[in-house]
């Protein structure tokens, strides 16, 4: 087999992110008690105070700090989920969620998404039969909770477990509570590619102090202590470089947001009058500005306009086509039809949008966005 490629950053292309970065300085001065105590992992000081950290910032109860945001998925499915659940879940999404319950030999069972809000359908879950499924893993699709509270609320009723994949959500805050203590858990990614990052990372979020502790266990490979293990765990502890990255990034991520906001506001304005594209329900609340998705009216146009600003160079992404129920090991999981997700799928396009992408990017960006939409007809 061969290698995968190696990710070069062509000079001169805008990418759909960039990654926000400290001052170095910032950086190194977190670095020199590792380069002292010789601490490089194993839940160290850093870890703990980039935990405590992002509790303080999300005002949840319990903040666990992982390697990666699939990890959490698959640590927090396995602790909530019965074996071999049928998972109710949302097809529009990046494939790390519903491998997550594929790789722990569960069962996704597919429903359409909201028209609107490109969440999960909350009606659809409610209509299914009440022995059909054993839990709901819901996705803040872009960042956006919508629906979350509904969920909480028909677990509750069914009493089956909800667990949210927040990959996308760190930094929104909603008006009706705490979003990271909704369901019985929320799974954060601090990839690189996200708004907020650690290098590479991840946590679950729980206001259950009990389901932490579980996490607290199975990511260090269900050891007890020195002469005990619990639990088949697994290794899924943040280093402390990545904390120490992710506790430098902390002190910045409401001004990075904010600089989001203006681009985010920037390019509605200069889209909006465009009547082919069709934008995102937003939930309630201050918004974080994770990505900045239009939808357009086919996947034709779509390609078209996604074409169009490739000549520019100009690297914007289709999040998330293909539906992860259209793959070939996924299939066998789709029994319905989701026409809402297809069409979502095949219009969506992710542009550029990162905390010091110029605006004067963003006006070329529309500009490519709103010539292609003409000359595809649309
Ligand atoms: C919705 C969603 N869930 C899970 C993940 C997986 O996170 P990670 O890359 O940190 O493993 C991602 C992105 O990477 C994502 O977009």
């Given at each position: 087999m061969g290698r995968a490629p190696v990710l070069s950053v062509a000079k001169g292309t805008t990418y759909v992110t960039r990654p926000s970065l400290p001052p170095l300085g910032e950086f190194v001065a977190l670095l020199r008690p590792i380069w002292?105590?010789?601490?490089l992992t194993n839940n160290g000081p850093s870890v703990s105070r980039f935990e405590e950290r992002l509790e303080r910032y999300t005002k949840c109860r319990n903040v666990e700090a992982l390697t990666n945001g699939t990890l959490a998925l698959e640590i927090a499915a396995k602790i909530l989920f019965p074996l071999r659940a049928t998972v109710a879940t949302t097809p529009f999404t990046f494939p790390a969620t519903t491998n997550a319950l594929i790789w722990l030999g569960m069962k996704p069972r597919f429903f359409d998404i909201d028209p609107d809000t490109f969440n999960l359908d909350t009606a659809l879950v409610a209509q299914s039969s009440n022995r059909s499924i054993d839990g709901i893993l819901?996705?803040?699709?872009?960042?956006n909770p919508a629906g979350s509270l509904e969920f909480e609320a028909l677990g509750r009723t069914r009493s089956i477990p909800v667990l949210f994949d927040a990959a996308h959500a760190l930094g929104f805050h909603s008006p009706h509570g705490n979003l990271l203590e909704r369901g019985d858990a929320s799974t954060l990614s601090f990839h690189a590619t996200k708004h907020f990052h650690s290098f590479e990372g991840g946590a679950i979020a729980t206001r259950n102090p009990s389901v932490a502790r579980e996490v607290r266990l199975l990511?260090?490979?269900?050891?007890?202590?020195e002469e005990e293990v619990d639990t088949a765990g697994i290794n899924a502890k943040m280093t402390e470089i990545q904390a120490v990255m992710g506790l430098a990034n902390l002190r910045h991520i409401d001004r990075w947001i904010r600089a989001r906001k203006i681009r985010f506001d920037l390019y509605r304005s200069l889209l909006e009058s465009s009547e082919a594209i069709q934008y995102q329900r937003l939930d309630a609340g201050k918004y974080n500005y994770p990505y900045m998705p239009i939808l357009l009216c086919s996947r034709r146009v779509r390609d078209r306009v996604f074409d169009a600003l490739l000549r520019q160079r100009i690297r914007a992404?289709?999040?998330?086509?293909?539906?992860?129920s259209n793959l070939p090991y996924t299939r066998k999981y789709a029994h319905t039809?989701?026409?809402?997700?297809?069409?979502?799928?095949d219009g969506i396009l992710t542009l550029p949008l990162y905390a010091d992408l110029s605006l004067r990017e963003v006006h070329r960006i529309s500009a490519c966005v709103r010539s292609a939409i003409r000359d595809a007809g649309s």
């Amino acid at each position: 087999m061969g290698r995968a490629p190696v990710l070069s950053v062509a000079k001169g292309t805008t990418y759909v992110t960039r990654p926000s970065l400290p001052p170095l300085g910032e950086f190194v001065a977190l670095l020199r008690p590792i380069w002292k105590s010789r601490v490089l992992t194993n839940n160290g000081p850093s870890v703990s105070r980039f935990e405590e950290r992002l509790e303080r910032y999300t005002k949840c109860r319990n903040v666990e700090a992982l390697t990666n945001g699939t990890l959490a998925l698959e640590i927090a499915a396995k602790i909530l989920f019965p074996l071999r659940a049928t998972v109710a879940t949302t097809p529009f999404t990046f494939p790390a969620t519903t491998n997550a319950l594929i790789w722990l030999g569960m069962k996704p069972r597919f429903f359409d998404i909201d028209p609107d809000t490109f969440n999960l359908d909350t009606a659809l879950v409610a209509q299914s039969s009440n022995r059909s499924i054993d839990g709901i893993l819901s996705v803040h699709v872009f960042g956006n909770p919508a629906g979350s509270l509904e969920f909480e609320a028909l677990g509750r009723t069914r009493s089956i477990p909800v667990l949210f994949d927040a990959a996308h959500a760190l930094g929104f805050h909603s008006p009706h509570g705490n979003l990271l203590e909704r369901g019985d858990a929320s799974t954060l990614s601090f990839h690189a590619t996200k708004h907020f990052h650690s290098f590479e990372g991840g946590a679950i979020a729980t206001r259950n102090p009990s389901v932490a502790r579980e996490v607290r266990l199975l990511r260090n490979f269900g050891i007890v202590s020195e002469e005990e293990v619990d639990t088949a765990g697994i290794n899924a502890k943040m280093t402390e470089i990545q904390a120490v990255m992710g506790l430098a990034n902390l002190r910045h991520i409401d001004r990075w947001i904010r600089a989001r906001k203006i681009r985010f506001d920037l390019y509605r304005s200069l889209l909006e009058s465009s009547e082919a594209i069709q934008y995102q329900r937003l939930d309630a609340g201050k918004y974080n500005y994770p990505y900045m998705p239009i939808l357009l009216c086919s996947r034709r146009v779509r390609d078209r306009v996604f074409d169009a600003l490739l000549r520019q160079r100009i690297r914007a992404r289709k999040y998330f086509y293909p539906l992860t129920s259209n793959l070939p090991y996924t299939r066998k999981y789709a029994h319905t039809r989701l026409p809402v997700a297809t069409r979502v799928a095949d219009g969506i396009l992710t542009l550029p949008l990162y905390a010091d992408l110029s605006l004067r990017e963003v006006h070329r960006i529309s500009a490519c966005v709103r010539s292609a939409i003409r000359d595809a007809g649309s």
